[in-house]
């Protein structure tokens, strides 16, 4: 990527004289952590260059969001602070606005989706203490954002955006401010995970607001998305925001339909790359930090990380990944590991259509099954019929390459053994 594009007219115009991202940093001192810059071992072998990871999940609310909260909310007149604040998120940003408020004094309503995961609105709670009102609202964060801006509307509160908004947006430059600062230059590659836009145009802007010895413009910087939800491509395709419709919510901080407005005016003039990675890829990304790194990442912290797979990157480069977050319910892994067993060939489900006499099931596990591969789920679908019984069954491979193997023996065994695709909507309910 030509990086000159950090240096935008565009970008000097939102970055200002003074350097918004710089003020943002003197305004979110003491409230915001600065957080380290850290090599990790196992992702430089795996790439073959210098990479490090931004450990924004040592904040003290887990994410980077508190930045952007607390630079708007600290920029607030005494009439905006009377009137009080209502936000919406998908519960990182929530969390900031929790703790800045608490800290500050300032009372908010704070719209969170009703899968938003019970670990976020506790901690929520936990920071807001008494100056917080949690309402939850619709599915999405979209849902929740909507009955946060009516409710702004009718009330005269103050709406903290999630990302929409040029004070959280400076505030979330702050990230890559720090990252610049610890560098001392900037870096061969930036991975920013992106949902709203907010973190992405804040890295472009303190890009542009860096000295020139810093070298910012030969910053090649990627864009991260979910599959299920890269609102910010369908931006750029369409040259301008809109709405996805339904989108997978399972990456929760990054389950936005539509791209922010501010962000996207940002970043619709840089040359940025965009990347989408798969739930899957997440998930395996997610379990390796834990049982490797022994980091705890939300699926949206884990994305910066997950794009690395496969990725080209030259032997002597240094690269960042921001990890955003790291507010996962531990309720959650059991899904987790679910997910990044199929997305590595490792885990199938087939339906087996088992003739209803004795040594049926001996004879799955005998002619079909290998030697290391094991059956982690089995359930009877349809039992109204005497003489078969069709049963949905889930196997675990010791070698996610013989599965081919175990298609040809079920195909010459007498069972009717039927494989059930990974976009089938059965998988919906098991996976």
Known sequence: MSATAHRTPEAREHAGDAGVVQEAAAHIEGLATWTPLQHNDRLSTQVGAHVLLKREDLQPVRSYKVR????????????????GLVCASAGNHAQGVALACAELGVRARIYLPRNTPRQKRDRVAHFGRDHVRLILHGDTYDDASKAAVLDASRTGATLAPA???????AGQGTVTREILQDLGHAPDILLVPVGGGGLLAGALLALAEAPPEFEADRCRVVAVEPVGAASLQAALDAGQPLDLGEIDTFADGTAVRKVGEHPFGIIRRAEVEVTTVETGAICQEMLRLYQVDGIIAEPSGAMAMAALEGRDVAPDATVVAILSGGNNDVSRYAEVIERALVHEGRKHYLLVDFPQEPGALRRF???????????????YVKRNNREFGPAMVGVELGDPGSYDALL???????????PIPLDSPLLRYLV
Not at 368 to 374: A, K, S, V, Y
Not at 408 to 418: G, I, T, W
């Open 163 to 169: 990302f929409d908004d040029p004070r959280v947006i």
């Open 408 to 418: 040809d023996r079920a195909e010459e065994s007498p069972l009717v053994v039927e």
């Open 365 to 379: 596990l005998h002619d079909i099954l290998g030697p290391d591969d094991d059956i982690t789920f089995f359930e």
């Open 68 to 83: 952007g909260a607390v630079n708007l909310i600290r920029g607030l007149s005494e009439e905006e602070r009377e009137h």
